[in-house]
Nanobody, 122 residues
Framework: VQVVESGGGLVQAGGSLRLFCAIS????????MAWFRQAPGKEREGVAR???????RYADSGKGRFTISRDNAKNTLSLQMNNLKPEDTAMYYC?????????????????WGQGTQVTVSS
């Protein structure tokens, strides 16, 4: 299984970024997927998840600003991030292979990408 993130970068506070995650080796339409992030010196935390049917869940940090979506035809998961804040600066990871438990807990996922860096300047 391969998980590859893209779309990170440097943006000013208040700006937007869209992250993408491509996965191979799994039946994309059958799996729940999620976005996590990890800032330096902090634990990895859940951002948002999408079930195979498109049901979504968000951490409080991104509610109203972030939108997770999936395109099953293109095997792609996206995270649209608007009104970004400096505290959103982190490495963002895509995860798949949900094995039960809290869907925004990193330990609930088996497969991970290498991450894409998001830096928000003030």
């Amino acid at each position: 299984v391969q998980v590859v993130e893209s779309g990170g970068g440097l943006v000013q506070a208040g700006g937007s970024l869209r992250l993408f995650c491509a996965i191979s080796g799994l039946r994309f339409g059958d799996v729940a997927m999620a976005w996590f992030r990890q800032a330096p010196g902090k634990e990895r935390e859940g951002v948002a998840r999408s079930t195979s049917s498109g049901d979504t869940r968000y951490a409080d940090s991104g509610k109203g600003r972030f939108t997770i979506s999936r395109d099953n035809a293109k095997n792609t998961l996206s995270l649209q991030m608007n009104n970004l804040k400096p505290e959103d600066t982190a490495m963002y990871y895509c995860a798949a292979g949900f094995r039960g438990g809290d869907s925004l807990d990193p330990s609930s996922y088996r497969y991970w990408g290498q991450g894409t860096q998001v830096t928000v300047s003030s």
